[in-house]
């Protein structure tokens, strides 16, 4: 299984959890810097740093060779100015150098001759171990969603059981539950004696 076998999203997702299994540690300053300026917080995820991280491998894989400045514009976005036209602004360059230092780190990327950077063997390899990680994740999740569904037809299925006894009992006693129309009629219904003057 390659790595562009399964949705990008979930080997995203599966390579962060692995990067923080591996115990890839974030910069103190991570906790407090935007990821651009057309940002107004800080990431509210407390390991967006992982996938990041993820992120960037990912990118590099589809379009390497590419250095700071393409990913730069991909991670890039609107910025909102007021009352002013919304402009493109380029995501901050200082996460994503740190974020190939430490790939290099790892031995996932490496420096291409030509310029920019490019997924190693070591990170190929990776990538396509994650891709079945990411496929075992999304038939655990499809599995979860079949079990969500089908226990809430079970007690779909329990409600009108009961549903139907309470009828079945209401028969035998002899009062069918009331109609809403009846319902509305009871309730305009005024006590004897009472006049409308």
């Known amino acids: ?18 990067f923080e299994k591996l115990r890839v540690n974030a910069p103190e300053w991570a ?17 967006w740093w992982n996938f990041r991280l993820a992120s960037i491998l990912y990118r590099i894989l589809k379009d390497g060779p590419i250095g700071t400045q393409r990913l730069r514009t991909y991670y890039g976005g609107r910025k909102n100015r007021g009352v002013a036209p919304p402009v493109f602004r380029k995501s901050g360059g200082k996460i994503i150098r740190v974020c190939l230092q430490e790939l290099e780190k790892l031995g996932f990327v490496q420096k291409n001759k030509t310029g920019g950077r490019i997924v190693s063997a070591k990170g190929h390899a990776f990538l396509d171990k994650m891709a079945k990680e990411a496929l075992r994740i999304t038939e655990d999740e499809k599995a ?13 299925a329990k409600r009108e059981v009961e549903e139907r006894k309470v009828k079945e009992e209401l028969r035998k ?25």
């Open 1 to 18: 299984m390659k790595a562009f076998d399964v949705a990008p999203a979930k080997l995203v997702e599966a390579v962060a959890l692995e």
């Open 31 to 47: 906790l407090f810097i935007k990821t651009g300026s057309h940002r107004e917080r800080a990431p509210h995820k407390r390991d």
């Open 144 to 156: 979860h969603a079949a079990e969500r569904k089908a226990e809430k037809e079970r007690e779909r």
């Open 173 to 197: 006693i002899g009062g069918a539950p009331a109609k809403k129309t009846e319902k509305k009629v009871l309730k305009k219904k005024k006590p004897e004696g009472e006049t409308n003057e």
